[in-house]
């Protein structure tokens, strides 16, 4: 019954829940890890930021890719057809998706949650594809509708999320979220002046969390 009471705090208050399989975020993100974990590997990064803060800004950088994409879009609407415009922003996506994890820059992530939010992409939205409407340009009009919807449900990021891999045959490797909360561990790190994380250490108890979720499912 402790348990499950605390389980439900950590869940509500905190925006997560510590599971046998790793740590699980009110947006959906599964961390192959523990809080005692992340402590370890850096113990003055997680007193000063703490475990909700490390996972909202994992969470802020992991939509970076498909808010490069919003934004984006109606520079390309401008300058090409249609048609160019959404494979040029596809384009954009799929590079941002398998470089930016890993490299995360702790300092910019504020700027980034600015980026991220709905209003200032809804309002830029609004204002742009009015724009559109009013030259006549339907086709970049509708382009930008289902690209905003696409990219603010996440719906193609299914297919770039990198999963955790154990295999036996080939080098273990990290998932995207895992990659991404190390990586701002490591640039806070860099940033507070604080003892770098044992990043080898750190990779291999994801790893093996990641396995025994696996193997859970």
Same mark, same amino acid.
């Given at each position: 019954?402790?348990?499950? +009471?605390?389980?439900?705090?950590?869940a509500t208050s905190?925006?997560?829940?510590?599971?046998?399989?790793?740590?699980?975020?009110?947006?959906?993100?599964?961390?192959?890890?523990?809080?005692?974990?992340?402590?370890? =590997?850096?113990?003055?990064?997680?007193?000063?930021?703490?475990?909700?803060?490390?996972?909202?800004?994992?969470?802020?950088?992991?939509?970076?890719?498909?808010?490069?994409?919003?934004?984006?879009?109606?520079? @390309?609407?401008?300058?090409?057809?249609?048609w160019g415009a959404?494979?040029?922003?596809?384009?954009? =996506?799929?590079?941002?998706?398998?470089?930016?994890?890993?490299?995360?820059?702790?300092?910019?992530?504020?700027?980034?949650?600015?980026?991220?939010?709905? =209003?200032?992409?809804?309002?830029?939205?609004?204002?742009?594809?009015?724009? @559109?409407?009013?030259?006549?340009?339907?086709?970049?009009?509708?382009?930008?509708?289902?690209? @905003?919807i696409t990219m603010?449900?996440?719906?193609?990021?299914? @297919?770039?999320?990198? +999963?955790?891999?154990?295999?036996? &045959?080939?080098?273990?490797?990290?998932?995207?979220?895992?990659?991404?909360? +190390?990586?701002?561990?490591?640039?806070?790190?860099?940033?507070?002046?604080?003892?770098?994380?044992?990043?080898?250490?750190?990779?291999?108890?994801?790893?093996?969390?990641? &396995? +025994?979720?696996?193997?859970?499912?």
């Amino acid at each position: 019954m402790t348990d499950s +009471r605390r389980i439900k705090t950590s869940a509500t208050s905190d925006g997560y829940v510590e599971l046998p399989t790793g740590i699980f975020t009110v947006d959906g993100t599964w961390y192959h890890t523990t809080l005692s974990d992340l402590e370890a =590997f850096s113990p003055a990064v997680y007193a000063k930021v703490g475990a909700s803060g490390l996972f909202e800004k994992a969470s802020d950088w992991a939509r970076l890719p498909a808010t490069l994409a919003v934004w984006a879009l109606p520079l @390309f609407l401008g300058l090409m057809p249609w048609w160019g415009a959404l494979v040029f922003d596809i384009a954009l =996506f799929v590079f941002a998706s398998f470089t930016l994890p890993s490299l995360v820059i702790y300092g910019v992530i504020p700027f980034v949650r600015l980026l991220n939010h709905p =209003f200032a992409q809804g309002f830029f939205y609004v204002a742009v594809l009015s724009y @559109f409407a009013a030259q006549g340009a339907y086709p970049a009009v509708w382009t930008g509708m289902a690209l @905003f919807i696409t990219m603010r449900w996440q719906l193609l990021n299914r @297919f770039v999320e990198a +999963r955790p891999s154990s295999d036996q &045959t080939g080098p273990s490797t990290l998932g995207t979220s895992d990659r991404i909360l +190390r990586n701002v561990i490591v640039s806070a790190s860099i940033k507070y002046g604080a003892s770098q994380p044992e990043v080898a250490r750190m990779e291999k108890r994801m790893i093996e969390i990641a &396995t +025994r979720h696996k193997r859970k499912k």
